[in-house]
């Protein structure tokens, strides 16, 4: 079974601080990790997305990591802002024959980040 | 690029009646069309795939003739709950996909409409 775990599940850090959030994920066969920020009451909007061959990716502050062989990413804030408050979901993307659009998403259950002044 | 709006975003209504959901892609046309739920503090759950000019693909548990998707054009999907009941309330969100052949194409998610059920 597909299943994608994210820690933890919830962080309050000062404004300014970095912070790092985990994705474990078991989704086979493999085909992207994508890391979306859900404010509250809004739509998640897509930070980065990585394939199988990339390591790294970066959006602003926001850094990616995805490590294939132990199943594992990262999103690392830095300087961290009042509006970085949201949840931050991982979605892991299986590869499928034929018709990709069921069932080819696994969604964690998303980290509450609470950034104070 | 690649903006895809929800209305309403906010709906009240009685238990009994039936409400519809538009999910637009406003840039760009998407063949595929999704349909998500979501309670306080839980990540989504997907409901239901549609494709364009086809048949809505329900995950298990979904029930399709309480949930009617339509998806009749490139720029447009419409999820109407019928008869709609109070543990129907919650935050349902689409989201809209260009090429459905690609996978690595993103989805681009509305900003949800929250329905209440008195």
């Known amino acids: 079974k597909n299943q994608v775990e994210q820690s933890p599940q919830s962080l309050i850090i000062l404004e300014g601080k970095n912070c790092t959030l985990q994705?474990?994920?078991?989704?086979?066969?493999?085909?992207?990790l994508r890391w979306y920020k859900q404010d509250t009451g809004r739509g998640p909007v897509s930070l980065t997305i990585?394939?199988?061959?990339?390591n790294t990716k970066s959006n602003g502050r926001y850094t990616a990591t995805l490590d294939a062989d132990t199943k594992q990413s990262s999103l690392h804030i830095t300087a961290s802002q009042l509006s970085d408050s949201a949840s931050y979901i991982c979605?892991?993307?299986?590869?499928?024959?034929?018709?990709?659009?069921?069932?080819?998403?696994?969604f964690g259950s998303g980290t509450r980040l609470q950034v104070q002044p | 690029g690649a903006v895809v709006s929800q209305h309403p975003s906010w709906v009240i209504c009685k238990s009994g009646t039936s409400v519809k959901i538009e999910c637009r892609s406003l840039d760009f046309q998407a063949t595929t069309m999704f349909w998500y739920r979501q309670f306080p503090k839980q990540s989504l759950m997907l409901m239901a795939t549609s494709n364009e000019g086809s048949k809505a693909t329900y995950e298990q548990g979904v029930e399709k003739d309480k949930f009617l998707i339509n998806h009749a054009s490139l720029t447009l999907s419409t999820l109407t709950v019928t008869s709609a009941h109070p543990e129907d309330s919650s935050f349902y969100i689409c989201s809209a996909r260009k090429d459905r052949t690609i996978s690595n194409q993103p989805q681009h998610f509305g900003d949800g409409t929250r329905l209440s059920i008195l």
């Open positions: 979605v892991v993307s299986a590869r499928a024959p034929g018709d990709t659009g069921r069932r080819a998403l696994t």
């Open positions: 990585m394939t199988f061959s990339e």
């Open positions: 994705c474990n994920y078991t989704v086979s066969p493999f085909s992207n």
